[in-house]
């Protein structure tokens, strides 16, 4: 019965595990092109990149890890080339 109280509520949001596809990067964390070629200015980490372990999920921090580690890198490579944009 849900008649009386007390009651107690958690706010929930969809989130996303990780994904098994999106754009490829390369290891400055800059998306490519067709061609393989860096777009200059277009970085991609987490889950708005493409999986770095593809349909695999490797186990607990598989997602976290690169997304921190690229996010880092991404940030990083476009502090020192910010210049040439
Ligand atoms: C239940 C669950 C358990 C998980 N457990 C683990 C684990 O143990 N280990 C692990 O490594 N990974 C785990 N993950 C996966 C991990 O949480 C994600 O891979 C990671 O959070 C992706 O990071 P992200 O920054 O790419 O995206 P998100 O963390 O989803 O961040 C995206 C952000 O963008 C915001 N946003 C969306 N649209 C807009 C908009 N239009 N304008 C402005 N902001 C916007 C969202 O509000 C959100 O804050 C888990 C995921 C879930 C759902």
């Known amino acids: 019965m849900m008649d009386q109280g007390p009651y107690y509520a ?3 949001e969809s989130g ?7 754009p490829k990067t390369n290891g400055n964390a800059q998306v490519l ?3 393989g070629n860096p777009i200059p200015g277009l970085y991609a980490a987490g ?9 695999a999920y490797g186990g ?5 890890g690169p997304g921190m580690t690229f996010g880092y890198i ?6 020192t ?3 040439n944009h």
């Open 33 to 35: 092109d067709w061609s």
């Open 47 to 55: 889950n708005a990149m493409a999986a770095v372990l593809g349909e």
């Open 60 to 64: 607990a921090g598989g997602t976290l």
């Open 16 to 22: 996303a595990l990780g994904t098994a596809g999106g």
């Open 10 to 12: 958690v706010k929930m």
């Open 74 to 79: 991404a940030g990083r490579h476009l502090g």
């Open 81 to 83: 080339h910010i210049s």
